[in-house]
T-cell receptor, first 111, second 112 residues
Framework: EDQVTQSPEALRLQEGESSSLNCSYT??????LFWYRQDPGKGPEFLFT???AGEEKEKERLKATLTKKESFLHITAPKPEDSATYLC????????????FGSGTRLQVQP | DVKVTQSSRYLVKRTGEKVFLECVQD?????MFWYRQDPGLGLRLIYF???????EKGDIPEGYSVSREKKERFSLILESASTNQTSMYLC???????????FGPGTRLTVL
């Protein structure tokens, strides 16, 4: 059974204080690992897809990296508008095409 | 841009009512999904569909059914709503071969 564990559950940062969010996964052959951002009361917004260990992707202050067992979402010099819940999900090569999600990390960036 | 729309943002229904949640995508995606999201439990897959008139059960299909008569539309049906179906319902779509799922804004359903 595919499993995704995100840590920490919640993170409070000061504006400009860089940090990382962790996503550990167990999957029977990783097809893709996905990061989403979700604002309160809204649907998840796609950020990145990573396919193989060693791959990195960047978007503004966010950088996602992938190893064989985990992924990190690095946030550099965050701003208050980066406050949101960040969700990680995996998809396996075998079986269905749906994603298995972690419970998310709730990030709050204070000015 | 991919756009996924859901028929209602907020819905309040009574126990025992039949409830229809509609989802429409405008990017000709083959795959469509229904999830529910609850605090502490994350997103859980209810049903998904790879093609018109095709459906597959997800992890928590009990109490739900789905309909996909047209490629762009995927409906979730609660045959007899119960209070434990109070939740945020999220629809998503993806193109076969490109697995990124795009989500709608969600429907927050309250069953009284």
């Amino acid at each position: 059974e595919d499993q995704v564990t995100q840590s920490p559950e919640a993170l409070r940062l000061q504006e400009g204080e860089s940090s990382s969010l962790n996503c550990s996964y167990t999957v029977s052959g990783l097809r893709g690992l996905f990061w989403y951002r979700q604002d309160p009361g809204k649907g998840p917004e796609f950020l990145f897809t990573l396919y193989s260990a060693g791959e990195e992707k960047e978007k503004e202050r966010l950088k996602a990296t992938l190893t064989k067992k985990e992924s990190f979402l690095h946030i550099t010099a965050p701003k208050p508008e980066d406050s949101a819940t960040y969700l990680c999900a995996v998809q396996a090569w075998t079986g269905r095409r749906a994603l298995t999600f972690g419970s998310g990390t709730r990030l709050q960036v204070q000015p | 841009d991919v756009k996924v729309t859901q028929s209602s943002r907020y819905l309040v229904k009574r126990t025992g009512e039949k409830v229809f949640l509609e989802c429409v995508q405008d990017m000709d995606h083959e795959n469509m999904f229904w999830y529910r999201q609850d605090p502490g439990l994350g997103l859980r897959l209810i049903y998904f569909s790879y093609d018109v008139k095709m459906k597959e059960k997800g992890d928590i299909p009990e109490g739900y059914s789905v309909s996909r008569e047209k490629k762009e539309r995927f409906s979730l049906i609660l045959e007899s709503a119960s209070t434990n179906q109070t939740s945020m319902y999220l629809c998503a779509s993806s193109r076969t071969g490109r697995d990124t799922q795009y989500f709608g804004p969600g429907t927050r359903l309250t069953v009284l």
